[in-house]
């Protein structure tokens, strides 16, 4: 069954510091994945998304993520947090008939 | 082009009483989810529907929970006899393309539910 794991519930980083969250997805085939941010009391938006091609993908507010299948991973990083990316992330893979499995959500706290 | 509305934002019932949570989707799009959010909890899928056709109901509980996108109106999420473990944030997406494109949901800012 396709899955998602976020294994970090909730991280700490500096206002400045780099950020890594992980995500890794189990599923058969190419999977299309995606990374959300929700701030509180929000809906989701859409940070980025990998379908095929380069690995890397740039998303906005600075982000990217890298595929990598071989660890079936796609990890979101940004080089440098500011306080408003508080928030919480979440990791997703489509699935068939056109909808999508979502992580259990990593909660970021940015101190001053 | 409003995004994907939701109302209302907040939805207080007793127990037992009916809930019923609209969804209006992008302008353009035909294709509509609903998930649930349970505190402290990621996204749940529920259904997924296409006008006038459930795709995909495979996390819907299988009572008291309905849900049905019209030719003309809005998405309806229908919760009868609500209990205190319903109480979530009900959030609704949409997206327009078959294929790929599709994968690209759009979010609302969701409905409280608080069962009293």
């Known amino acids: 069954a396709q899955s998602v794991t976020q294994p970090d519930i909730h991280i700490t980083v500096s206002e400045g510091a780099s950020l890594e969250l992980r995500c890794n997805y189990s599923?058969?085939?190419?999977?299309?994945l995606f990374w959300y941010v929700q701030s509180p009391g929000q809906g989701l938006q859409l940070l980025l998304k990998y379908f095929s091609g380069d690995t890397l993908v740039q998303g906005i507010k600075g982000f990217e993520a890298e595929f990598k299948r071989s660890q079936s991973s796609f990890n979101l990083r940004k080089p440098s947090v500011h306080w408003s990316d508080a928030a919480e992330y979440f990791c997703?893979?489509?699935?068939?008939?056109?909808?999508?499995?979502f992580g259990a959500g990593t909660r970021l706290t940015v101190k001053p | 082009n409003a995004g994907v509305m939701q109302n209302p934002r907040h939805l207080v019932r007793r127990r037992g009483q009916e809930a019923r949570l609209r969804c209006s989707p992008m302008?353009?799009?035909?294709?509509v989810y609903w998930y649930r959010q349970l505190p402290e909890e990621g996204l749940k899928f529920m259904v997924y529907l296409q006008k006038e056709n459930i795709i995909d109901e495979s996390g819907m509980p299988k009572e008291r929970f309905s849900a049905e996108f019209p030719k003309e109106g809005p998405s309806i999420l229908r919760i009868q006899q609500v209990v205190r473990g319903d109480s979530a944030a009900y959030f609704c997406?949409?997206?327009?393309?078959?294929?790929?494109?599709?994968?690209?949901?759009?979010f609302g800012p969701g409905t409280r539910l608080t069962v009293t």
């Open positions: 302008k353009g799009h035909s294709h």
């Open positions: 997703a893979v489509g699935v068939g008939n056109n909808d999508m499995r």
């Open positions: 599923y058969g085939a190419t999977p299309y």
């Open positions: 997406a949409s997206s327009f393309l078959k294929g790929r494109g599709s994968y690209e949901q759009y």
